[in-house]
């Protein structure tokens, strides 16, 4: 569910005002308020309010995005907790938490295993394509003079295929990166990420035959030390993600807002 943070004279930071407003305040078929046949006193609240956010985006300089899990159910993305989770089906049959599988020891105790749970979610993040939300909101900064940007805890990678990766911060990090897994501190690419490569994680053998579904053929490696690589995505419990994309869009955006 995206919040919306239309900014008037953003480059001037001592001069900007800052409207924010959250879709979840909105959450509900629009058809059905503007079509319903109940009375117009139980919906009057939410079309005046769906008037003003509007009128906030018409008249802002730029916009300034928010989005966390819950934008991608409508590309088939499962959230990681409620009714919308994305089951991998070994958790259940292990009576595990996607908590318990979504963490970094898991690649030191049994990195095949880590390996099959996180192609299962490669696929699922990469084979789905970013829904008309997303264009919507493309179309209303393009209005801007594309000045807009996104700050989304979302791993997928689907706002860098709608709006310029130097508009884009992705504070958990993006499943289309890799990473060393840091467990060799002489390994001189430690603090490097690269683009994933899709064939070496779509193509990963699973053993159907193996509860726990585990990868047989080759893992992915880390190119300069040959450790094994994982992606760059904040786990839970996770002290060893590299924030270097992250950190990039924020030293741009420090530009911006004082130029």
Excluded at 97 to 112: H, L, N, V
Aim: aromatic share 12%; charged share 25%.
């Amino acid at each position: 569910i995206p919040a919306f943070f239309p900014l008037h004279n953003h480059k001037l930071l001592k001069h900007t005002t800052l409207h924010s407003f959250s879709i979840s305040n909105f959450n509900i078929n629009i058809s059905n308020i503007l079509y319903s046949k109940m009375s117009n006193n139980n919906n009057d609240h939410l079309i005046d309010d769906i008037k003003l956010a509007a009128k906030f985006i018409h008249e802002a300089d730029a916009i300034l995005v928010n989005t966390g899990a819950g934008m991608g159910v409508r590309s088939n993305i499962g959230t990681f907790r409620g009714k919308n989770a994305g089951i991998w089906p070994p958790l259940e049959k292990l009576g595990m938490d996607f908590s318990e599988m979504s963490c970094p020891k898991r690649f030191k105790e049994d990195p095949k295993f880590a390996w099959s749970f996180w192609r299962f979610r490669y696929e699922c993040y990469t084979q789905n394509e970013p829904h008309e939300g997303y264009h919507i909101i493309k179309r209303w900064i393009e209005d801007k003079n594309n000045e807009g940007f996104s700050y989304t805890s979302n791993i997928d990678g689907h706002w860098s295929l709608i709006l310029p990766e130097d508009k884009v911060a992705e504070c958990h990090g993006c499943i289309r990166y890799m990473q060393c897994l840091g467990t060799n501190y002489d390994c001189d690419g430690r603090d490097e990420i690269w683009p994933t490569d899709p064939e070496s994680i779509l193509n990963l053998e699973i053993d159907e035959n193996d509860e726990k579904q585990r990868v047989i053929s080759e893992l992915p490696k880390c190119p300069s030390c040959g450790t094994i690589a994982r992606p760059n995505v904040l786990m839970f419990g996770d002290g060893g993600m590299r924030f270097i994309t992250f950190n990039i869009f924020i030293y741009c955006l420090s530009l911006l807002i004082n130029f």
